[in-house]
């Protein structure tokens, strides 16, 4: 199984299924994300890549790519080092000045919240198949958001369930 397909089964068979994200399954039923596997493994590739495919995403219309989903199945492995990318890349995003047009979440395997102990079920709201940026339309999401009654509470809410779910 390819690292795209292993991506897009978690996402259908976790996150929707579960709710996690009540942003999602929307994209995925229209057929608007982007998944990209990056085959780089050093760094300033890496940030290349990133910087190329969020420049894509500013081009082309939301009504044909949503969000684009970049997969890192060869790098980023160790969960501080994906950290330390996702930072430079949001730097580089301000600098850029992308940050007003493209938002960015982050998933990886081994994700621990701050805090958190690493065998907390709530960590699983964040661990992915593979090291994952999420490049999100910061104009569709504020509208997603805009639309939904409880966004607040998400985080809590999908703590509770996972810890719920990991007792059962």
Known sequence: MTATQSTKD????????????????RPMLRDTVRFVECEETDFDALIRHFLQESLYLTEVPAAKVMTTLL??????????????????????????????????AHFH?????????ADD??????????PVLQLLRVDEMSKAIDAYPDVE????????????????
């Open 10 to 25: 978690w996402i259908t068979n976790f996150v929707i299924h579960h709710n996690l994200c009540p942003f999602a399954a």
């Open 71 to 104: 997969i890192y199945p060869k790098a980023l492995e160790e969960f501080e080092e994906f950290l330390d990318f996702k930072v430079a890349v949001e730097e580089i995003s301000e600098e850029a000045g992308l940050h007003a047009m493209i938002q960015l």
């Open 109 to 117: 395997p081994d994700y621990q919240f701050a805090e958190v102990p």
């Open 121 to 130: 079920p709530a960590n699983a709201t964040n661990r992915s198949p593979f």
């Open 153 to 168: 509470n998400i985080p809590e809410r999908n703590i509770e369930l996972l810890r719920k779910l990991a007792r059962k």
